[in-house]
């Protein structure tokens, strides 16, 4: 009895030492386990942090590439509307009267406008009737329209003596304005976001109207686009019919001669001699560029023949954004070309 009692008590013994040694296996065991699961879930989370990593830098690399490619192919827009104005044949030269045409450039559909100067409204020539039926046009209290008015003349005419609702250096001090007036001519359409009471909405709206390089109070008409026609009171059905002929004759290569409309309204296409160049590139990517460039067309005053380029820049510029695209529904109906051309 006492052998085997001795012998169970030796067992019991054997078993509870033999019980620690367990659970600290166990225990290793579940640290090791708990260890693994955490190198995973770290080599996880640096794996989909490399992804995302990796995914915003192919796309960082895609919108560079695709904004290089858009601003060639706007760039060689430009390029192909200095060449279409030197066409040698006058039926088949480019129209600058607000026509839009479109190529295809590579992988990038093109959109071009040409606009002659001489069919905008110079706002250094232009006297304050003309001006005040200008800014007729934006939707702004009449003695708001009038005060711009006035401040505009202030700016570009040579004397201190303020016009009605006007603005000379007085009022730019007391406005807290750190300029005053330059009292001389404006030398580009940006100096005119100076002007006291001038906002960037505006400016917008009086862009595409406006210009400082035709030197002529007289606007033409006949190379005048839609937008300045109806700024100028001309009958919208008068523009609309104007529209279609022009585009009619550009599309099948006729020269358009002047043809009157109505009293005062002859509808004309043709070249001017300073021209504004929009281009305005799209990929199908959905990348675009939009350039804007003011050239002198030399041709015209002998000037390849002495040696200078056919065309000087006169202003050039690269718009971040466009609020009216040239790939607006809006402006489909100023397609000459609807079908692209490589």
């Known amino acids: 009895m006492l052998t085997n009692n001795s012998e169970g008590s030796r067992g019991s013994l054997k078993t509870l030492r033999s019980r620690p040694l367990a659970f600290a296996q166990q225990r290793d065991q579940g640290?090791?386990?708990?260890?693994?699961?955490w190198v995973l879930s770290l080599l996880m989370i640096m794996a989909a942090s490399f992804s995302l990593t990796m995914r915003r830098e192919t796309g960082v690399?895609?919108?560079?590439?695709?904004?290089?490619?858009?601003?060639a192919a706007a760039e060689s827009g430009i390029a192909m509307a200095e060449m279409m104005l030197m066409n040698p044949d006058p039926a088949k030269r480019w129209h600058s009267d607000g026509n839009i045409y479109?190529?295809?450039?590579?992988?990038a559909l093109v959109r071009i406008r040409l606009q002659s100067e001489t069919g905008k409204i110079d706002l250094n020539q232009a006297n304050q009737a003309q001006l005040q039926q200008l800014m007729a046009q934006v939707p702004m209290e009449p003695e708001k329209q009038t005060a711009l008015v006035s401040a505009i003349m202030d700016w570009r005419d040579q004397?201190?003596?303020v016009n009605i609702d006007g603005a000379e250096k007085k009022e730019y001090k007391e406005a807290g304005k750190l300029?005053?007036?330059?009292?001389?001519?404006?030398q580009s359409l940006e100096e005119l976001q100076m002007v006291l009471g001038m906002d960037e909405t505006i400016l917008k709206q009086?862009?595409?109207?406006?210009?400082?390089?035709?030197?002529?109070?007289?606007?033409?008409?006949?190379q005048a686009s839609g937008e300045v026609m109806l700024a100028m009171g001309v009958d919208p059905a008068l523009v609309n019919q104007c529209i279609q002929l022009r585009n009619q004759s550009a599309a099948?290569?006729?020269l358009m001669q002047p043809v009157?409309?109505?009293?005062?309204?002859d509808c004309g296409s043709g070249q001017g001699n300073i021209i504004e160049i929009i281009a305005e590139s799209q990929l199908e990517n959905g990348s675009g560029a939009i350039i804007k460039t003011i050239v002198a067309n030399n041709q015209g005053a002998g000037g390849t023949a002495g040696g200078a380029l056919p065309f000087q820049i006169l202003s050039w510029k690269r718009e971040e954004r466009a609020d009216t695209s040239l790939f607006s529904e809006d402006k489909d109906s100023l397609l000459v070309t609807p079908n692209a051309k490589s």
């Open 61 to 71: 690399i895609a919108g560079i590439t695709g904004g290089a490619q858009a601003l």
């Open 260 to 265: 009157p409309l109505g009293p005062g309204v």
């Open 252 to 254: 099948a290569g006729i």
């Open 159 to 161: 004397d201190d003596l």
């Open 206 to 222: 009086l862009e595409p109207l406006v210009t400082v390089y035709s030197g002529g109070q007289q606007l033409n008409l006949g």
């Open 179 to 186: 300029y005053q007036p330059r009292n001389k001519p404006f």
């Open 31 to 37: 640290f090791a386990l708990v260890l693994v699961l």
């Open 102 to 107: 479109q190529i295809q450039f590579l992988n």
